[in-house]
């Protein structure tokens, strides 16, 4: 089937209760391996990709590969193509015009300035819902799903906020929503990207009680958990035995995240895991092997390695099994649900005839 708008599969994935990954990609064998493990656990399947793949892997190549797979290779999977963290509406409108069913724009974010530390500043919330608002009216004029975000990503630790990092506050939450028109909402609840999550030896923590608030006052808006990779010890391990250096690597543990599932999370994003599967992979090979120099040689179980852990994903979050559940539905379906067509106003009743007076007979 043609890629479906994000929208279809996560109401889907609210009405019954799982979870979605988004994985991220920037090359062929991501995408390759994210599929496969799609087709073979039955499951729908977010592609996304960000800013910087985008500049990777040039932009119309991405999404050609991501166009193939749904339409050619896994024609009974339900698939959309996001533009995760979208800087700005430029990008937006790009990526709605290159064939994208969804875009992430990250209000919550001004790229377009550094403060003095390099970092990208906070964008008020009157900011945010400006930005996201323009975002909604260019996309889904398309038929293309909008992702919104509120607080900023950052861990927590024993219950204080650590630097600038903003948890999602439930009440601007639904107002962002009411405001804004967006179909899904990464919230802020204590992840972070990457894969060093936590301190080592200290109690992991998420603000789990924020999603029980936000999807009670907003339960058709799909939530969103940024930050989500489970950054697993035997990948971490494999990396280090081989050479890498990626000590006191932390994620979130995957029990945590089907808690989380379970309280209204929809959408799961996943990139360090992958990247973490590939790299030790990779290295083992160029280990084991060195007198190997094919791509194809280390590329090829690296591929593999991706795929044996989203498989695992897949399971655990509750989307296997789930892609033939529903029908697909286009970017131009999804149309008369963004616009709905107005109720033909009711014929005004023919006006009474007004009875004349009767001439009075002089
Ligand atoms: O949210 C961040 C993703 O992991 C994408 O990372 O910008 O390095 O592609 P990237
Ligand atoms: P991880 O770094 O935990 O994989 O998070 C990825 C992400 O949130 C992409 O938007
Ligand atoms: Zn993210």
Redesign the pocket.
Known sequence: MSLVPMKLILDEANKAGYGVGAF?V?NMEQLQAICAAAAETSSPVIIQV????LKYADKGLLAAMVSYMAEKKYPQIPMSLHL??GPDLETVAECVKLGFTSVMIDGSLDYSRKDEKGKHPARSFEENVAITKAAVKIAHAAGVTVEGEIGTLGGIEDDTVAGAVHLTDPVEAEEFVKQTGVDALALAIGTS?GAYKFPVGHEIKLALDIIDDVHRRSPKTALVM?GSSSVPKQMVDLVNQYGGKVPNAVGVPTAMIQDAIKRGMRKV?I??DGRLAITGAIRKVFVEQPQKFDPRDYLGPAREAVKAWMLEEMKAFGTAGHAGDYKPVSTKDMLKVYFPAKKKAAPKKAAKPVKKAAKRKK
């Open positions: 991220n920037n960000s800013r910087n793949a995760d963290h990207h940024h994003n990139d360090t």
